[in-house]
């Protein structure tokens, strides 16, 4: 790794730590204004101070972000397909001279293993390392898996360890049982889990536990905070998790207290 992309991806995952709190708020590329997101800006801003880094698109940074907040930006340039299609018809929608002048310190795009365009999305994942690995710019590969396909451990480290071999510098993947195994499929590049669909709360916060004592260097969440009925409460509380090793009840606990 180049010093640029060393020092790009230090700002995600922080160094005294080893691990990171991604806050995900890209949902709009395939969803349009889904509940929490109608006012991106509103929802997004009192959450900033919390995250360590920010995945988002282009179009929205440059509407509702003010571009004087000092958090890394992790930029999604993949899509082409709303909910009301087959959501792995991807394409790659943002190019790197784009991503350059966001100043991202991570792209990311989706990989379908499994999915009807598998083979197109991993060849976008190879178009976005190469990029990056030109520019210093790291890519973090979100896994998902074809619709007939269980998200277990066999599956998702499958799909996690085929975005490795491709050259993705972290991955995105969903927590299941076994999760260590999917942790080791992925070597030295290092593991956040996604936050999925809404949870109840303490779900949500045993499963980041859960996550981190497996082997994850952090999680990506944006659900399950900003549509919980205590976002900031929640973000404080995910990150006393990952960052303070916090046991759950404790985490829960700040959540309670901030209602």
């Known amino acids: 790794m180049n010093w640029g992309m060393k020092n790009r991806i230090s700002r995600i995952i922080k160094p005294k730590t080893g691990r990171c709190v991604m806050l995900a708020v890209d949902h709009g590329y395939f969803q349009g204004p889904t509940t ?14 919390y995250a360590d880094a920010l995945m988002i698109t282009r179009g ?19 899509g082409g397909q709303s909910i009301l299609k087959e959501l792995s018809n991807e394409i790659i929608t943002t190019n790197i001279e784009d991503a350059i002048r966001i100043n ?35 890519v973090l590969a979100v896994t998902a898996v074809g619709k007939e396909m269980a998200r277990d451990a066999r599956y998702l480290g499958l799909a996690s360890r085929i975005c490795v071999e491709i050259g993705a510098h972290m991955i995105k993947t969903y927590y299941t049982e076994e999760f260590d195994k999917v942790v080791e499929a992925c070597g030295n590049v290092p593991v956040v889990i996604a936050g999925g669909k809404k949870l109840p709360e303490l779900e949500a916060l045993q499963m980041s ?28 509380a995910v990150r006393a998790i990952v960052h303070d090793s916090k046991d759950v009840e404790e985490a829960y606990e700040i959540y309670e207290q901030s209602k």
């Open 36 to 49: 929490g997101l109608a006012n991106l800006g509103k929802t997004v801003e009192p959450l900033l101070p």
């Open 104 to 138: 991202a310190s991570a792209i990311t795009c989706s990989v379908y293993v499994g999915g009807e365009y598998e083979r197109e999305t991993i060849g976008n994942l190879s178009k976005l390392v190469d990029e990056g690995e030109k520019y210093g710019i790291p």
């Open 209 to 236: 536990y859960d996550a981190v004592t497996a082997g994850a260097i952090g999680v990506d969440m944006g659900r399950n905070i900003f549509q919980s009925d205590s976002a900031i409460g929640m973000i404080q």
């Open 60 to 78: 929205a940074i440059r509407n509702w972000v003010d571009p004087a907040v000092d958090i890394p930006v992790i930029l999604r340039v993949s």
